[in-house]
């Protein structure tokens, strides 16, 4: 039995049969002709897929790489917007605090007046006595 080999692709011929010599048996030569355009064929065949498939993996990662960056993006996003947010929530308390102290501050203030307009009132009671 005879072993041809092309591209990986490995195509056997059987011994033929009959005992004319190798060059004028026209099935042996018939076989080998189909074998040679199989072999050719399929190699063209297994060469483009291993060309689709280089290109998928290539794709796939580029698309990994992007996703990748994406990720990374949103990430920094969601930092961003929740160390604003949380500032933002802390001068909204701080601005709360200076609220209620202004409150306090007016009604101590206004608490005062009252204490000194009686003080008066008293001093001037006192003093038409």
Do not use: K
């Not at 203030?109 to 009671?125: A, H, M, Q, R, S």
């Amino acid at each position: 039995m005879e072993t041809q080999e092309n591209d990986s692709v490995v195509v056997e011929a059987e011994p033929s049969t009959s005992h004319a010599p190798d060059g004028d048996d026209p099935l042996r030569q018939s076989s080998e002709v189909l074998a040679r355009g199989l072999s050719s064929m399929l190699s063209s065949v297994i060469t483009d897929f291993d060309c689709r498939a280089n290109q998928t993996l290539r794709s796939q990662d580029h698309l990994s790489s992007v996703l990748d960056r994406l990720t990374g993006g949103l990430s920094l996003f969601l930092h961003l917007f929740l160390t604003t947010l949380c500032q933002v929530f802390n001068c909204y308390l701080l601005l709360r605090t200076i609220q209620f102290i202004s409150s306090a501050l007016q009604v101590v203030f206004t608490f005062t007046l009252l204490l000194l307009l009686l003080w008066i009132c008293v001093e001037l009671v006192e003093n038409w006595i």
